[in-house]
């Protein structure tokens, strides 16, 4: 990144500050998505810095989530960005490293999610592909008993959300990326919906094996016009600058819930 002298660089401070003019409260639940890149400003600390903001912002009594996915943990037949030659993809299922909530890394999620999986007291969920991570004093229940079927459903910490009134804040990322959006896929019915079989490998009984489960095919492509219909129609959503970029601060509930009828319209 090229560094602009005129624009003064964000610090926990800044962070801290814009997290509450959006209405981050003390105890709140927090889902968090983020993309540093998008903010184009240099930020003293890094990702750390954001972390500590949103730890100060919430408070002892708040917890905080984030995705953290890992979805090349996934059956090679179903990679296209890159694919790999039909010749590997037995080899790729026989010897893939199992998901380990302390090892296995998240892909695409963001340099902040990596910060706050490896802190100290982080927890996560122990799905290969659609894990999250969670500190604070509801980590526990959120992470525990993260179904492996429909793992974004309602076996999902992602349903305990929508139980608890949690809030969603997407700082530099858009709607695109608001994972609670597709518990609303489960739950809605459309005409396009299908069922896939999906495989990771895992541990099970200390032993690595290859495994597959059901799930839906969901799919994100829609989400842009749908986030930008809640934010319009239901005045839900509070926004800032931040950087170059918008956070916005939404309830999880009333987006969920916006999300099904839309969902049954539109697709």
């Not at 003293?44 to 730890?55: C, F, H, N, Y």
């Amino acid at each position: 990144m090229i560094v602009n002298e005129a624009a003064w660089p964000l610090s926990v401070k800044t962070f801290t500050e814009a997290y509450r003019t959006l209405g981050v409260e003390q105890g709140m639940t927090l889902i968090v998505h983020s993309s540093l890149k998008a903010l184009n400003r240099w930020i003293i600390g890094g990702p750390t810095a954001v972390v500590l903001a949103l730890e100060e912002a919430a408070g002892e009594e708040g917890t905080l989530v984030m995705p953290a996915h890992s979805g090349d943990l996934s059956d090679p037949s179903k990679w296209g960005n890159p694919p790999v030659p039909e010749t590997w993809w037995q080899a790729i299922r026989d010897e893939m490293p199992p998901f380990q909530r302390d090892l296995t890394p998240t892909l695409g999620m963001g340099a902040v999610v990596e910060c706050f999986r490896k802190q100290e007291g982080t927890l996560r969920s122990n799905h290969p592909q659609v894990s999250f991570c969670a500190r604070g004093p509801k980590a526990g229940w959120l992470v525990e008993n993260h179904e492996l079927a429909y793992g974004l459903g309602e076996g999902s910490p992602l349903a305990k959300l929508y139980e608890d009134n949690a809030m969603v804040l997407l700082l530099g990322v858009g709607y695109d990326n608001n994972t609670s959006i597709h518990l609303a896929e489960y739950r809605a019915n459309y005409a396009s919906k299908a069922t896939v079989i999906n495989g990771a490998p895992i541990l099970k009984d200390g032993r690595r094996v290859w495994c597959t489960f059901e799930d839906i095919d969901i799919s994100s492509d829609d989400f842009i016009k749908l986030g930008e219909e809640f934010e319009q129609i239901t005045g839900h959503v509070k926004k800032v600058q931040v950087g170059d970029a918008a956070a916005r601060l939404m309830p999880v509930r009333p987006l969920v819930d916006f999300a099904v009828a839309w969902l049954e319209k539109h697709r």
